[in-house]
Every structure is written in structure tokens, then in C-alpha cells.
């Protein structure tokens, strides 16, 4: 991967690792504001530790194979998605308990798989909390592919998500497949948490998500507004929080996630301060 990334230096590294992560994130925040479900990246973000704790422990006990805890924190997160949406449909007058009871039989098994796994401080301390100096070549391959398969999808299928996500019953009569769609939008949301880990961190990636959508949402006149913001405010917060941590050698997800609090906060007073006047 010389031939790719070699130039890059290790910082150059996290921040274009960063960037990428700022323009996805808040692309499917939106979507997950509007479907009022923003909570299941929490969820997935578990899971996905699951994923890596259970990655880090095989490569400890299976000296033959090199396990890298991306991919296995990848794999668990799309087993989980699939998993929300299985739950969902069994729970169907009560969807919002699938939620829960992901995330809690990810905390469970993350927190067993930690104390059986012999790995120092720093290197859980980056998974949960990200580390831009810590994003090496393989990851930031890893960052763009998935980024770009992500944006392929929500191209290709935008229309299907928009009808799902405004008006169910209005996408069931058009003939959109409701359960399809459901599980590919998961597994979105999973890709787009694996990808985010390495950046933010696993604790983190949901805040990243929903902020800036959040603050977009406080201005926004129309549902592309609302990307468009969101997208620009989580680049201003991860370039901000990016400068800030570097500086100030600071966590770099903490930092990026104050940020987007900061802004957030900025454009609610904004919005008071004009709507009085």
C-alpha cells in the first residue's frame, strides 16, 4: 500500500481519514433523524466493540492467523444490524425494544471479552475514544472503500430511503420493498460505524452522527439543507477538533464531539437571537 498512501505522513493520514468520516457521518445522521431512530448507532457501536474485543483476543490465542479488529468489529456490526432489523419485525408493535436489547448483549459480551483479552490501556483507550496518529495505511484504505461503497448506495438507492424514511406506507403502495430497504439502511448504518471508529471512537461515532444534523435541523428549510449543513458543520468539527486535540494533545473523538456540541450550541443561540428579533 506504499504506492498509495506512502507520501502520506501519519497526520496527513488521520486527517484525510477524518475528513472522509465528517462528510459520511452526518449523510446518514440525516436519515436517521428523520426516521427518529438516531439511537441505533449507539447500538451498532457496541456491537462493534464486541466485534474488535473478539478480534484483539484471537490474534492473542491464534498466533497462525493476523487478525485485524476492524474487520472482525466490522463483521459484528453487520451480524448486529441484521439482528436490530430481525428483532424489529418480532417486535412489531414494540420496535424500539430491539434497540436496547442489542446494545445491552453488546456491553455484556465487550465487557467479558476486554477482561479475558491481556491489551494495554492506549490501545483500548484508541478504539473508544479514537486517535487520528493511530490510522495507518490499511486503515485509511479500509476508511475509503467503505466510505465509497456507502455513498454508492445512498446514490443509487436515494429515492427508496427518502419514501421509506417520509412516508412508509406511501413507499409499501409504490412497491418499494419496506423489509429489504430496512436491512440494507442497516447495514449502512453499520459500515458507516466501522469505518468511524478509528477517528472518533466507538463511544463517540453516534455523537458525530446525530450533532450536526442536529444543528442543521435548527436552520434547515428543506431535507437537502438539512445534509448539506449537517455535512459542512461536521467538517467544521472535525477540522476544529482535529487542530484543537493536535495542539493541545488532547483526545482527538472528545474533542471532535465538544466541537460539535460547540456549534450546536452556536446555531441554537443564533436561531434565538433572530427569531426574536
Known amino acids: 500500500m506504499d504506492f498509495l498512501f506512502g507520501d502520506l505522513t501519519f497526520i496527513q493520514r488521520g486527517v484525510l481519514a477524518a475528513l472522509i468520516v465528517g462528510f459520511i457521518c452526518p449523510l446518514l445522521g440525516s436519515f436517521l433523524l428523520v426516521r427518529r431512530v438516531t439511537i441505533i448507532s449507539e447500538s451498532l457501536s457496541h456491537v462493534t466493540l464486541t466485534g474488535i474485543s473478539a478480534g484483539v483476543l484471537m490474534g492473542q490465542t491464534m498466533q497462525f492467523m493476523d487478525v485485524n479488529p476492524l474487520y472482525s468489529g466490522l463483521l459484528f456490526a453487520l451480524i448486529g444490524s441484521l439482528l436490530i432489523e430481525k428483532l424489529r419485525q418480532e417486535y412489531r408493535h414494540f420496535q424500539e425494544l430491539a434497540i436496547p436489547i442489542i446494545l445491552s448483549a453488546g456491553i455484556g459480551l465487550s465487557a467479558i471479552l476486554i477482561s479475558i483479552a491481556q491489551t494495554g490501556y492506549t490501545e483500548w483507550f484508541n478504539y473508544l475514544f479514537g486517535s487520528i496518529v493511530s490510522v495507518t495505511q490499511e486503515d485509511l484504505l479500509f476508511i475509503i472503500i467503505t466510505a465509497f461503497v456507502v455513498l454508492l448506495i445512498m446514490i443509487f438507492f436515494f429515492?427508496?430511503?427518502?419514501?421509506?424514511?417520509?412516508?412508509?406506507?406511501?413507499?409499501?403502495?409504490?412497491?418499494?420493498?419496506?423489509?429489504?430497504?430496512?436491512?440494507?439502511?442497516?447495514?449502512?448504518?453499520?459500515?458507516?460505524?466501522?469505518?468511524?471508529?478509528?477517528?472518533?471512537?466507538?463511544?463517540?461515532?453516534?455523537?458525530?452522527?446525530?450533532?450536526?444534523?442536529?444543528?442543521?435541523?435548527?436552520?434547515?428549510?428543506?431535507?437537502?439543507?438539512?445534509?448539506?449543513?449537517?455535512?459542512?458543520?461536521?467538517?467544521?468539527?472535525?477540522?476544529?477538533?482535529?487542530?484543537?486535540?493536535?495542539?493541545?494533545?488532547?483526545?482527538?473523538?472528545?474533542?471532535?464531539?465538544?466541537?460539535?456540541?460547540?456549534?450546536?450550541?452556536?446555531?441554537?443561540?443564533?436561531?434565538?437571537?433572530?427569531?426574536?428579533?
Not at 188 to 203: E, F, P, R, Y
Not at 254 to 269: D, E, K, P, Q
Open 159 to 277: 429515492k427508496e430511503f427518502i419514501s421509506i424514511s417520509f412516508d412508509q406506507e406511501y413507499a409499501k403502495v409504490s412497491g418499494i420493498s419496506l423489509k429489504g430497504m430496512n436491512f440494507l439502511f442497516s447495514l449502512l448504518v453499520a459500515l458507516v460505524i466501522s469505518m468511524s471508529m478509528k477517528v472518533v471512537g466507538i463511544l463517540l461515532v453516534g455523537a458525530l452522527i446525530a450533532l450536526p444534523v442536529a444543528a442543521a435541523i435548527r436552520v434547515a428549510k428543506s431535507f437537502k439543507q438539512v445534509m448539506l449543513l449537517g455535512v459542512l458543520f461536521g467538517e467544521a468539527a472535525i477540522l476544529s477538533g482535529v487542530y484543537i486535540s493536535y495542539h493541545m494533545d488532547i483526545a482527538t473523538g472528545g474533542t471532535i464531539v465538544m466541537s460539535a456540541m460547540f456549534i450546536l450550541a452556536i446555531v441554537a443561540c443564533l436561531q434565538m437571537i433572530f427569531s426574536r428579533s
